[in-house]
C-alpha cells in the first residue's frame, strides 16, 4: 500500500510564493505591526448592495435547490445581454455557462480541449493557476517569454515561433495579472488568426474586463465565435467570495461543457446566481464605475510614486490593479527584497517568481487594492526604506 502518497500530478503543482509573505505579514499583524497590502489581488471594495439585497431576498424565500448544471437562464439571457451591449456582439445563452468562479471556467474550457500530452501555449509572466490546471489535466503548458517590449502580450509571430507539433492551443489573458497589460485589436486579430492557422483552440480570459482605464477593452468573441472566453463575477463586479464566473463556448463545445458541469460541479452556487442578476442592473453600473474611477485614481498615484523612487515601469497598465515594477535598482532578487519590504518597511508584496520563469528576480508586483490614504503610507515607508543608505 501506498500509504500518504500523492499523484505525481499534484507534486508537480508548484506553490504560490505570495502565500509566505501572506503568512508573515499575518504573523506581523499578530504581533502588532501595521502592515500595508499591496501583495492582494482581490478589491477591497465590498459587494454592491443591490446585489446583497438581491441574495438576501432570495435567501428569505428559503427555495435554495440546484439550478441546471449550465446555470440559472435567466442570468445566462442577461450576460448574453450585456455581450450585446458592451461588445456589440450576439452569443446565444444556450453557449453560457454558469461555473463556480473563472476557476470553475477554466477547468471546465480545459477539460473540454485537452488529452494526454497535448500542449498549451500561455504567458509568462502570467497567473500561475493556468499552468498548473493545465497539468492537472494531463497536459503540458509551455510558457513563452515576453518582456517590456512586447508590452508583456504574447503575438502571433511569438504562437508561431512556438508552435510545435504537440501544440494543441493558447491561453491569453488581456487585462493580464500581474501586469495589467492589453491586446489590443489588431493584436487579437493576429493572435486570433494564428491560432485558426493552426487548427488550434484559443482561451480568452477576460475576467479584469470593466476595470480598463482609457480605452475599451477588447473580447475575443468580437473576433471570432470560435473562442472559449473566461469571465468573472469576482473582479469588477465585487463578488469575490462568492464564487461566480462564466464560460462562453463554441457551438461544437456545448454538449461537452455540459457533461463537465453536471460531473464537476452539480452547478454554481444558487445563491450567488441569483444576487448575481442585480449585478447588471443600472444602480449596481454607477457604483461599479465609480469604483473603477478610484482604481484609476490609486493607479495614478501608486505608479508615479513608485516611478519617482526609481522602480523601472512601462507605460501606465490599461486594466485589472496591479503593477509589475522592475525592481533592479535595489536588489537583483525581487523575493528576498519582497520579504525585506515586509520585515523592514511593513509593506506587502508579490515577488515576480509567482508569475513564471520569465526573469522573475526583477519584479515585483504591486496591487492597489487598498485606498489611496494607505498606498501614499505605503509610499512613504519605501522612500524611507530606500533611503536609508543613501
Same mark, same amino acid.
Given at each position: 500500500?501506498?500509504?500518504?502518497?500523492?499523484?505525481?500530478?499534484?507534486?508537480?503543482?508548484?506553490?504560490?510564493?505570495?502565500?509566505?509573505i501572506m503568512?508573515?505579514?499575518?504573523?506581523?499583524?499578530?504581533?502588532?505591526?501595521?502592515?500595508?497590502?499591496?501583495?492582494v489581488?482581490?478589491?477591497?471594495?465590498?459587494?454592491?448592495?443591490?446585489?446583497?439585497?438581491?441574495?438576501?431576498?432570495?435567501?428569505?424565500?428559503?427555495?435554495?435547490? #440546484?439550478?441546471?448544471?449550465?446555470?440559472?437562464?435567466?442570468?445566462?439571457?442577461?450576460?448574453a445581454?450585456?455581450?450585446?451591449?458592451?461588445?456589440?456582439?450576439?452569443?446565444?445563452?444556450?453557449?453560457?455557462?454558469?461555473?463556480?468562479?473563472?476557476?470553475?471556467?477554466?477547468?471546465?474550457?480545459?477539460?473540454s480541449?485537452?488529452d494526454?500530452g497535448?500542449?498549451?501555449?500561455?504567458?509568462?509572466?502570467?497567473?500561475?493557476?493556468?499552468n498548473?490546471?493545465?497539468?492537472l489535466f494531463?497536459g503540458?503548458?509551455?510558457?513563452?517569454?515576453?518582456?517590456?517590449?512586447?508590452h508583456?502580450?504574447l503575438?502571433?509571430?511569438?504562437?508561431?515561433?512556438?508552435?510545435?507539433p504537440?501544440?494543441?492551443?493558447?491561453?491569453?489573458?488581456?487585462?493580464?495579472?500581474?501586469t495589467?497589460?492589453?491586446?489590443?485589436?489588431?493584436?487579437?486579430?493576429?493572435?486570433?488568426?494564428?491560432?485558426?492557422?493552426?487548427?488550434?483552440?484559443?482561451?480568452?480570459d477576460?475576467?479584469y474586463?470593466?476595470?480598463v482605464?482609457?480605452?475599451?477593452?477588447?473580447?475575443?468573441?468580437?473576433?471570432?465565435?470560435?473562442?472559449?472566453v473566461?469571465?468573472?463575477?469576482s473582479?469588477f463586479?465585487?463578488?469575490?467570495?462568492?464564487?461566480?464566473?462564466?464560460?462562453i463556448v463554441?457551438?461544437?463545445?456545448?454538449?461537452?461543457?455540459?457533461?463537465?458541469?453536471?460531473?464537476?460541479?452539480?452547478s454554481a452556487?444558487?445563491?450567488?446566481?441569483?444576487?448575481?442578476?442585480?449585478?447588471?442592473?443600472d444602480?449596481t453600473?454607477v457604483?461599479?464605475?465609480?469604483r473603477?474611477?478610484?482604481?484609476?485614481?490609486?493607479?495614478?498615484?501608486?505608479?508615479?510614486?513608485?516611478?519617482?523612487?526609481?522602480?523601472?515601469?512601462i507605460d501606465k497598465?490599461?486594466?485589472?490593479?496591479?503593477? #509589475?515594477?522592475?525592481?533592479r535598482?535595489?536588489?537583483?532578487?525581487?523575493?528576498?527584497f519582497?520579504l525585506?519590504?515586509?520585515?523592514?518597511?511593513?509593506?506587502?508584496?508579490?515577488?515576480?517568481k509567482?508569475?513564471?520563469i520569465?526573469?522573475?528576480?526583477?519584479?515585483l508586483r504591486?496591487?492597489?487594492?487598498?485606498?489611496?490614504?494607505?498606498?501614499?503610507?505605503?509610499?512613504?515607508?519605501?522612500?524611507?526604506f530606500?533611503?536609508?543608505?543613501?
Amino acid at each position: 500500500m501506498n500509504i500518504g502518497k500523492v499523484s505525481k500530478r499534484v507534486e508537480s503543482i508548484s506553490p504560490f510564493y505570495v502565500m509566505d509573505i501572506m503568512a508573515r505579514a499575518n504573523e506581523l499583524e499578530e504581533s502588532g505591526r501595521d502592515i500595508i497590502h499591496m501583495e492582494v489581488g482581490e478589491p477591497d471594495f465590498s459587494t454592491p448592495q443591490p446585489i446583497i439585497d438581491a441574495a438576501q431576498r432570495f435567501l428569505a424565500i428559503g427555495d435554495v435547490h #440546484y439550478t441546471k448544471a449550465q446555470g440559472l437562464p435567466l442570468l445566462r439571457e442577461k450576460i448574453a445581454n450585456f455581450y450585446h451591449q458592451e461588445y456589440k456582439v450576439e452569443v446565444s445563452a444556450d453557449r453560457i455557462f454558469i461555473t463556480p468562479g473563472a476557476s470553475g471556467a477554466l477547468t471546465v474550457a480545459l477539460a473540454s480541449l485537452l488529452d494526454a500530452g497535448d500542449e498549451v501555449l500561455t504567458c509568462d509572466p502570467g497567473y500561475p493557476c493556468n499552468n498548473n490546471i493545465v497539468t492537472l489535466f494531463g497536459g503540458k503548458a509551455k510558457p513563452i517569454a515576453v518582456d517590456a517590449a512586447e508590452h508583456f502580450q504574447l503575438t502571433g509571430a511569438a504562437i508561431t515561433e512556438a508552435w510545435t507539433p504537440a501544440t494543441r492551443g493558447v491561453m491569453i489573458a488581456s487585462p493580464s495579472n500581474p501586469t495589467g497589460t492589453m491586446v489590443n485589436r489588431s493584436q487579437l486579430n493576429d493572435i486570433v488568426q494564428t491560432v485558426n492557422n493552426h487548427n488550434g483552440f484559443l482561451i480568452s480570459d477576460e475576467i479584469y474586463h470593466g476595470l480598463v482605464y482609457g480605452q475599451r477593452a477588447i473580447s475575443a468573441l468580437e473576433i471570432s465565435d470560435n473562442v472559449f472566453v473566461l469571465n468573472s463575477f469576482s473582479k469588477f463586479f465585487g463578488m469575490t467570495g462568492w464564487r461566480l464566473g462564466w464560460l462562453i463556448v463554441p457551438e461544437y463545445a456545448v454538449p461537452a461543457a455540459n457533461r463537465l458541469m453536471q460531473n464537476l460541479y452539480i452547478s454554481a452556487p444558487t445563491h450567488s446566481q441569483y444576487a448575481a442578476l442585480a449585478a447588471f442592473s443600472d444602480e449596481t453600473r454607477v457604483i461599479l464605475d465609480q469604483r473603477r474611477d478610484e482604481f484609476e485614481s490609486r493607479r495614478d498615484m501608486l505608479y508615479e510614486g513608485l516611478k519617482e523612487l526609481g522602480f523601472v515601469l512601462i507605460d501606465k497598465p490599461e486594466g485589472a490593479f496591479y503593477i #509589475y515594477a522592475d525592481c533592479r535598482a535595489f536588489s537583483e532578487d525581487s523575493y528576498a527584497f519582497s520579504l525585506q519590504l515586509l520585515e523592514e518597511a511593513g509593506v506587502a508584496t508579490t515577488p515576480g517568481k509567482d508569475f513564471g520563469i520569465s526573469s522573475p528576480e526583477r519584479y515585483l508586483r504591486f496591487a492597489y487594492t487598498t485606498s489611496e490614504e494607505r498606498i501614499q503610507e505605503g509610499l512613504r515607508r519605501l522612500k524611507i526604506f530606500l533611503m536609508r543608505d543613501k
